[in-house]
Nanobody, 114 residues
Framework: QVQLVESGGGLVQPGGSLRLSCRTS????????MAWYRQAPGKQREWVAQ???????NYANSVKGRFTISRDNAKNTMYLQMNSLKPEDTAVYYC????????WGQGTQVTVSS
């Protein structure tokens, strides 16, 4: 079983920034398309952004222009740079491989509030 570990969340004011990390012990991390998801209390988990092995990216309209997804295959780590954060970005953020889903990790809490 591969464990996904998210980190980097926290409490930030509106307009602030955070950088999330997602790492895994899997040596095959580098061949998977990877994605970020988020889930607010009482709501469904939603897709936020994804990045292919080659580095092609896609974003949800709600975060386009504010968030940047990237990956370092050598470190088995994916990142989500989150700028201009809004209260509606508040959620637990998770990572996974959408085409070859792994067990969900614990996620990392992002809270955007004054």
């Amino acid at each position: 079983q591969v464990q996904l570990v998210e980190s980097g969340g926290g409490l930030v004011q509106p307009g602030g920034s955070l950088r999330l990390s997602c790492r895994t012990s899997a040596s095959i991390f580098s061949i998977y398309t990877m994605a970020w998801y988020r889930q607010a209390p009482g709501k469904q988990r939603e897709w936020v952004a994804q990045i292919t092995r080659e580095g092609s990216t896609n974003y949800a309209n709600s975060v386009k222009g504010r968030f940047t997804i990237s990956r370092d295959n050598a470190k088995n780590t994916m990142y989500l740079q989150m700028n201009s954060l809004k209260p509606e970005d508040t959620a637990v953020y998770y990572c996974n491989a959408p085409l070859h889903p792994l067990d969900w990790g614990q996620g990392t809490q992002v809270t955007v509030s004054s």
